[in-house]
Nanobody, 126 residues
Framework: QVQLVESGGGSVQVGGSLRLSCVAS????????MGWFRQTPLAARAGAAR????????????WNVNTAQGRFIISRDAAKNVIYLQMNDLIPEDTAMYYC???????????????WGQGTQVTVSS
């Protein structure tokens, strides 16, 4: 079993920055791949899957979905089993619940990850 706890969300104005953190505990073999996903309010109401942002492997390999056009940067402290998402130049369209995910194989899709955090809300206002 794996437990994931996100933090760092909040309310910011357009152009602001936030840094999300996700601490993983439990079975280390199941956290080789960790990543960030998000779900907007509209997507949640529509029952849509969470959208992948970026994935990082324990060895540091990264994969980015071109969701934020380079404004979001994923990083990892493998020793502490913590991942981060640095979000810069935030815009209102970034308003969403942001989730941390973990698994033992690579995927950019929600269904590829068996472990999820509770989410942290990011709200960007103009």
């Amino acid at each position: 079993q794996v437990q994931l706890v996100e933090s760092g969300g909040g309310s910011v104005q357009v152009g602001g920055s936030l840094r999300l953190s996700c601490v993983a505990s439990g079975d280390a073999d199941s956290t080789n791949y960790m990543g960030w996903f998000r779900q907007t309010p509209l997507a949640a109401r529509a029952g849509a899957a969470r959208a992948g942002i970026a994935i990082i492997r324990r060895n540091g390999d990264k994969w980015n979905v071109n969701t934020a056009q380079g404004r979001f940067i994923i990083s990892r402290d493998a020793a502490k089993n913590v991942i981060y998402l640095q979000m810069n130049d935030l815009i209102p369209e970034d308003t969403a619940m942001y989730y941390c995910a973990a698994g033992d194989s690579w995927s950019l899709a929600e269904k590829g990850y068996p472990y999820w955090g509770q989410g942290t809300q990011v709200t960007v206002s103009s």
